[in-house]
């Protein structure tokens, strides 16, 4: 199993990013999605995550009017849309992927695969 983040890179505050998370090793169907961060010298914490097979979506609260999670099942790739991004907002951003048992799937630990990361660094 792979999962391979993809698309940081350094922004200006108030602008815009999309990640992109593509897996592959098996059918992620019966699976979670999630996306963290982590920022330096903090834990990895919960940005969204999303049911392949049913489209439900979760935020972060803190996030959710800024950041939009999708999903393309033909191209099982999932997508974190991030607009009006923040100097707050730079971290190391991981895409996961957990068997799904009917929760949103907000911490780490719920999660078996992990790709490596991308970093976004968002400038004042």
């Known amino acids: 199993v792979q999962l391979e983040a993809s698309g940081g890179g350094l922004v200006q505050a108030g602008g815009s990013l999309r990640l992109s998370c593509a897996a592959s090793g098996r059918t992620f169907s019966s699976y979670v999605m999630g996306w963290f961060r982590q920022a330096p010298g903090k834990e990895r914490e919960f940005v969204a995550s999303?049911?392949?097979?049913?489209?439900?979506?979760y935020y972060a609260d803190a996030l959710k009017d800024r950041f939009v999670i999708s999903g393309d099942n033909a191209k099982n790739t999932v997508y974190l849309q991030m607009h009006s991004l923040k100097p707050g907002d730079t971290a190391v951003y991981y895409c996961?992927?957990?068997?799904?048992?009917?929760?949103?799937?907000?911490?780490?630990?719920?999660?078996?695969?992990w790709g490596r990361g991308t970093l976004v660094t968002v400038s004042s």
């Open positions: 996961a992927a957990g068997l799904a048992i009917g929760t949103p799937l907000r911490s780490q630990y719920e999660y078996q695969y």
């Open positions: 999303i049911y392949w097979n049913r489209g439900r979506l």
